[in-house]
């Protein structure tokens, strides 16, 4: 892939504050990974800590990536989806420290026709694995029609 594709901003939906990646160090048809270097003027750090319940969506916007290049990929843009599910999600810190870079993986595990994926994740640091999970996610074909259809 080119590095045009591995730009975050237009893979994923999240901006501003919300954008947490950095960058996109490696990607193919069923796996990416990322890069967050956690910092003390970011949304979610609190008394000098980003604590590691963050891991969660560090996890989601890397699986938001993967899904952006699918998209591309295929020729189409970029979709919203939604986290449905974590499971089993293990942490080895209670915190992660700041300015020390992640490097988040995701390999997706399964999809099916109506959108629902699951992903294995982990966190890496300094070669030390700093958590774990299982991330059930859904992109609907439709989401004006998925919203509408909700909201009934």
Same mark, same amino acid.
Do not use: K, N
């Given at each position: 892939m080119s590095d045009e594709l591995y730009e975050i901003d237009s893979l994923v939906p999240h901006a501003g504050d919300m954008s947490l990646l950095d960058r996109v160090l490696s990607a193919? =048809?069923?796996?990416?990974?990322?890069?967050? *270097?956690?910092? +003390?003027?970011? +949304?979610? @750090? $609190?008394?000098? %800590?980003? !604590? /590691?319940?963050?891991?969660? %969506?560090?996890? =989601? &916007? *890397?699986? !938001?990536?993967? =899904? !952006?290049?699918r998209a591309k990929a295929q020729g189409r843009p970029p979709k919203v989806g939604f986290l449905l599910g974590t499971r089993r999600y293990t942490a080895e810190v209670s915190s992660f420290a700041p300015d020390v870079p992640l490097q988040v993986s995701v390999t997706q595990q399964f999809i099916s026709d109506n959108g629902l994926c699951q992903f294995? @994740?982990?966190?890496? /640091? &300094? !070669? $030390?694995?700093?958590?774990? =999970? &299982?991330?059930k996610v859904f992109e609907p074909a439709d989401i004006d029609h998925f919203i509408k259809e909700s909201s009934q």
């Open positions: 193919d =048809a069923d796996s990416v990974v990322a890069e967050v *270097t956690p910092r +003390l003027d970011q +949304l979610f @750090c $609190r008394d000098g %800590e980003i !604590g /590691s319940w963050v891991g969660i %969506e560090y996890m =989601a &916007q *890397t699986i !938001g990536v993967w =899904a !952006g290049l294995d @994740c982990h966190i890496d /640091s &300094q !070669g $030390r694995r700093l958590a774990t =999970a &299982q991330l």
